[in-house]
């Protein structure tokens, strides 16, 4: 086992350096935000690139806005849908940029180009169930005001954003009894449930048909333009010019009416984006692309291994970390409370709100800040106070008389260590590291946020379309590897616990 | 061999050991005697170096004790405890030889060793590949000493080694012990609070009380020409049933 341990630590090395050595020759990546039409919109411009014979990686879902654009800039994807109402009220809130010409003066700055407009305005837009319209005779969102006691539920991103519900509120002077913020997908849901009568919703969503919708028309004009466009790093004007060329003539090919047929046939036919994408580019462009959509055992067997490969190297770099931080913890005053309280603080901070944080640090670091590198670190983070804290408890639970003669037999501290105390508490630290990797399977699913892969991109795709089935492609083989993780420690107790420790529990 | 110079020892408050001067005798089984909290164990415990005193000094081989040479002192010093303080997760023969392994033993050097013991103690050899858990407390006792004597250590401190052991077992025992401590002549320092195993066991005993030592002498001494109620107290404390019957029966 010992003499094991370094072509371990030698191949986490590896695997954890191995994206950073894959980075050329690079292929260039699209983003997209994690909704059908951006998704739809990123497929098509990956084929598109394809089409023009470039390498392109696979279309990565993204978090929202500020995680893409973060990337673009970075470098970390080179092109990504986006929305002209978006760059105006998000991206440079408060800069008042008026018309075109100086949203792409503004973008040229950060080295940043744009297409002209796809087509289609998605604005967003205001809507309660069809019966509650007609009940309550809501037209426009002005009739909103006189009922004050209807609860409202946004997608987090509107809850947020400037040119959302903060602006929308003043904009028309509403004060609901109820207001929460939530993932979008789930709004709808919650609407077809009464436990919301009013939600956000895009203008090109499909969801404003299937769930009943009533649209109530911004009778003061609070919403701007969402034109959509592409992003795109300026520099691929020179190295990819044919790419740049099909993205800027995907310009006027999309209608209001053509997207919403585009997104109807992923969120409510069973295709995927990637087929629909294909569909579109075949007819628009007549160019004959096709993708791999693969089957069902194929698509598990890879967010099998992206979810392992996550939970895996995080756990291990854990493990490499957390037992000795956890021996300093029991052995010292001070250095151990600093350890194990900047542990606790660590897992008290939401998931999502860590991995935007790292990203936003990785960048100016010059580190990855999507993709699965954050996610590792992220899940590492986590994983340390459950060890940090079971090999500390392990340690410290060691009968004082175990401990003086291990001393009085004049063994020094490394060697009282290694050969008395760590096995003594070799079942603690053990229980500590299990507890770990069954919560990392399940945490790991935030990689379906950054676009790391694994289980969370079928729960996330699955959310987005209100796919089941989806759902369940993520979740039950999750819930299997949980199992597995679970007996397979219960199993390597036998070679880890000393055989004397385990008869004493009998 | 061993000495301790005007040391004190208190936990906290509370002054457990009072200034106390003690030089043990080559050789020797000398033996701490007291009721419990007297500062026995407390005394043996610095002699190890355990706890450090609050003043005086302790020396080893005309060296006083220090962090440098504290690990070469303990390797020259054997401890043993109540419960044989085995480590429950090695086998019998791991638990002996550990410290030997560790210090780079021959495999042959450490078997030889380990058979001397085994003879010395009367124990069987397939005890060696069994956990202390599988063998009885006579057992791990012996196996304790084992531990103890295999550096071939100059001193022996034994800390109650056999409190927890029933009559029969404690009885064979102590006439071992007493047999080994002749044959090897090693300087021992035992601590208990059986004033028959005292006197069974003890070339000099030291009785304390309260932190303080109040007599040194042989048991005959103690029993002739006690020099504190107390000693006299302690030593009537311990029930002979043959003595009482004949009495009751005169």
Redesign the interface.
Known sequence: MRERLPILQLGCLLLIASPLLAKEPPPLAVGAKAFTESVTLAEIATLLGKASGVEMKPTTELGGTRVLWSALKSGEIDVYPEYTGTIREELFRGESLSDFDAIRKRLAEEGISMTDPLGFNNTYAIGVKRSLAEKLNLKTISDLKSHANLTYGFGNEFMDRADGWPSLKTTYGLNPAEIRGMEHALAYRALAADEIQVTDAYSTDPNIRQFNLQILQDDRFHFPRYDAIYLYRTELEQSHPQFVARLKEMSGKLSDEQMLALNQEVELGDKTSAVVAAQFVREAFRINVSVESGGLISRIWRTTLDHLFLVIISLFAAILIGVPAGVIAAKTKLPGQIILGAAEIVQTIPGLALLVFMGVIFIRIDLPSIGAFPVIVALFLYSLLPIIRNAMVGLNEIPA??Q?????????WS?RLR??EL??A?PLILAGIKTTAVINVGYAALGGLIGAGGYGQPIMTGLRLNSERLMLEGAIPAAFMALAVKLLFEKTERFVV????R??EE | MLKLTGVTKSFGDKLVLHPTTIEFEQGKTSVLIGTSGCGKSTLLRLMIGLIAPNTGEVEFDNTPLSKDNLEQVRHRIGYMIQDGGLFPHLTVRRNVTLLASHLGWEREKVETRLHELLELVHLEADLLEKYPTQISGGQRQRVALMRALFLDPDVLLLDEPMGALDPIIRSNLQAELREIFRSLGKTVILVTHDIGEAAFLGDVIHVLQAGRILQTGTFTELVHQPQDPFVVEFINAQRSPVEDLQRRES
């Open positions: 008389s175990l003086e003669s291990a001393t009085a037999l004049g063994l020094n060697a050969l008395v096995p003594l070799a000393p055989k004397g420790l008869l004493q």
